[in-house]
Nanobody
């Protein structure tokens, strides 16, 4: 129910914008986040956003990445700038969604980001 897009190949110093849209009969959206997993590494939190709270960022991306959301469109974005080769990873979106009585956690399928010259 989550569809991520926007990944690709970019040169160091470049920018990309990831998008992730949730579909279905959604009653409410809670926390929205982006994670990433590099080859041979564990999945790590990149950024998260929640109503009424300041966005949260991993130290490695702070001041380079910006997370935002459009609740009306059920969409979360990740604007990435100043990209470095170490940002190369599969990026996954993550949302807490309410369809009936309880919030559940959902993951997108992942979008590949490769930073290379």
């Amino acid at each position: 129910q989550l569809q991520a897009s926007g990944g690709g190949l970019v040169q160091p110093g470049g920018s990309l914008r990831l998008s992730c849209v949730a579909s279905g009969n959604i009653r409410s959206i809670g926390r929205m986040a982006w994670y990433r997993q590099a080859p041979g590494s564990q999945r790590e939190l990149v950024a998260s956003i929640h109503s009424g709270r300041d966005p949260n960022y991993a130290d490695s991306v702070r001041d380079r990445f910006a997370i935002s959301r459009d609740i009306a469109k059920n969409t979360v974005y990740l604007q990435m700038g100043g990209l470095k080769p170490e940002d190369t990873a599969v990026y996954y979106c993550n949302m807490r969604l309410l369809f009936s009585t309880d919030y559940d956690t959902y993951w997108g399928q992942g979008t590949h980001v490769t930073v290379s010259s």
